[in-house]
């Protein structure tokens, strides 16, 4: 008896022993497959982050013609619109600011432009004002000249009226 008991417990000592190693199979399958599906999962849930990372990478290098071809209803598609939205408004700020720093920088030569104009006449102002005040002298002399000479003609007069009425007394 004692024989067959233990023939008996050993058949279901291999059977529990099969048991258990076709559970472990079984559940190390399951989890072998869990994470694969999980890897899978993950990698199509990221592939949208990627292409908005990637999209966003391009613009903070300055590429403001990048485009973002992701479309969904989900919280990565409003992420994805509202950095199209961004870029768009950002690329037509950068237009303006470039517009207007070629009209400041047009403005500015325009301004040295008059600036040079305006030092070359009040130079010639000045060489005119220097030319004026050397004729202003010279009329001034000329003028005394007359002054010392109508005075002359006075006295030469006064004495021809002199000899005039002496003359005339004789």
Known sequence: IK?????????????LKRGLLILVVVIL???????LLSVAVTR??????????????????GNFTATLDY?????IGAMADSM??????????????????????DSASHLL???YDLKDSSKEMENHSESATQETKKISTHMK??????????????????????????
Request: glycine share 4%; aromatic share 6%; with cysteine.
């Open 3 to 15: 024989d067959i008991a233990r023939e008996k417990e050993t058949i279901l000592f291999a059977k």
């Open 29 to 35: 399958s399951f989890s072998v497959c869990f994470i």
């Open 71 to 75: 479309e969904s209803n989900d919280e």
């Open 44 to 61: 199509k849930m990221l592939q949208p982050v990627k292409k908005v990372a990637q999209f966003a990478k391009e613009v903070g290098e």
């Open 113 to 115: 432009a008059i600036a």
């Open 84 to 105: 199209r939205k961004a870029v768009s408004n950002l690329g037509s700020l950068v237009k303006k600011l470039v517009n207007t720093s070629a009209t400041m920088a």
């Open 145 to 170: 000249n007359i002054e010392t000479a109508t005075g002359k003609i006075n006295t030469q007069l006064g004495s021809i009226s002199k000899f005039t009425e002496a003359v005339s007394d004789k």
